[in-house]
């Protein structure tokens, strides 16, 4: 019975060792078969407007370059999502989110940086400003009649230490604009840090405080209401978004202060990967659609080449170290 029962035995085997070798084969095949899904890391929480705009484009390139997921990598001000850029593979299929915090504002606030903001990354395109606006609480200015910047000035200058103004934070975009302004114009207002850009607003809407400088996404719905007044906005040039309101740089030349943000990838990155997501997400940017989204969020669209986006971050970066180092503002 042995002798007859080997025949069965080993055809047994070799039909197993087969299937085995064909479920080998298929598996490896739809592996290979499977393309890579490109992500987009974004720094910071979601549901932001950062996060809103990356899970937009991401939507709007998945013809030209595949599936694209979105990736958040909230903490440390935007640090930790920006570290896992810079440390990525260089091979396209993992950017990320670049903005004014993480590219301009934390290598000078914090003391200790995981990464380099000049250096360890590949510009792509910047994608999106979003002004902001020095808005005063609308019951304080029909008290002191300050209707203007200017009028804003001179009751400062007139009043010393009368004025404050909230923000989210020190070192916050508000806080450092703010800081700016008070040196530009030769005022000094007292600066009250709040817990987020929340607290701050209520702050300012309760009369609290004097004045802040918001984001104008935030800030739009209290200024059509009324119960804020803005005087300017912190764009070079006024924006289309509230084309009635100057910018703070029509009385004070030179003044420019923004949100902004933008995409990169790893350094290492070969430049005809960086030229052919330069192609896709540039054209996102200016199609209509995007435009209209970007429109209710307040945000202008910036789409630009690898060089000037580059070009743009290196100069941001020189210009906050002056400002933060100026604030005082240090994150240890």
Do not use: C
């Not at 606030?109 to 510009?123: G, R, W």
């Amino acid at each position: 019975m042995k002798l007859t029962a080997l025949p069965f035995l080993a055809a047994r085997t070799l039909a197993i060792s087969s299937f085995a070798a064909l479920a080998l084969s298929a598996t490896i095949t739809t592996a290979q078969a499977q393309p890579k899904v490109m992500r987009i890391i974004v720094p910071y929480a979601p549901g932001g407007p950062i996060d809103v705009t990356a899970r937009l484009m991401a939507e709007r390139v998945k013809d030209s370059l595949g599936t694209v997921i979105i990736e958040n990598r909230p903490g440390g001000g935007g640090n930790i999502g920006a570290d896992a850029i810079a440390k990525a593979a260089p091979d396209g299929m993992t950017i990320g989110i670049a903005a004014v915090a993480t590219h301009a504002i934390n290598p000078w606030l914090y003391s200790k940086m995981p990464y380099n903001a000049a250096t360890d990354f590949a510009p792509i395109t910047q994608m999106l400003r979003v002004p902001n606006v020095l808005v005063i609480n609308a019951d304080t200015a029909r008290r002191l009649n300050i209707n203007t910047l200017a009028d804003l000035i001179s009751y400062a200058k007139a009043n010393p230490a009368k004025l404050n103004y909230g923000s989210g934070g020190n070192g916050s975009a508000g806080h450092l604009a703010g800081e700016m302004f008070k040196a530009q114009a030769g005022i000094f207002a007292l600066h009250i840090p709040y817990n987020g850009g929340n607290p701050a607003q209520l702050a300012l809407l309760s009369g609290q405080v004097d004045f802040n400088f918001d984001n104008l996404a935030t800030a739009a719905a209290n200024i059509k209401a009324g119960k804020l007044k803005a005087l300017a906005v912190t764009t070079s040039a006024r924006s289309a978004v509230l084309p009635e309101v100057p910018a703070v740089a029509e009385t004070l030349k030179g003044f420019s202060i923004d949100t902004w943000w933008g995409l990169v990838a790893p350094a290492a990155t070969p430049k005809d990967v960086v030229a052919k997501l330069n192609q896709a997400f540039v054209a996102a940017l200016n199609s209509p659609e995007a435009k209209t989204r970007f429109a209710a969020l307040m945000a202008e669209p910036v789409a630009n080449t690898p060089e000037q986006f580059g070009a743009f971050m290196k100069a941001e970066l020189a210009k906050y170290e002056k400002v933060v180092k100026a604030s005082g503002a240090r994150v240890d």
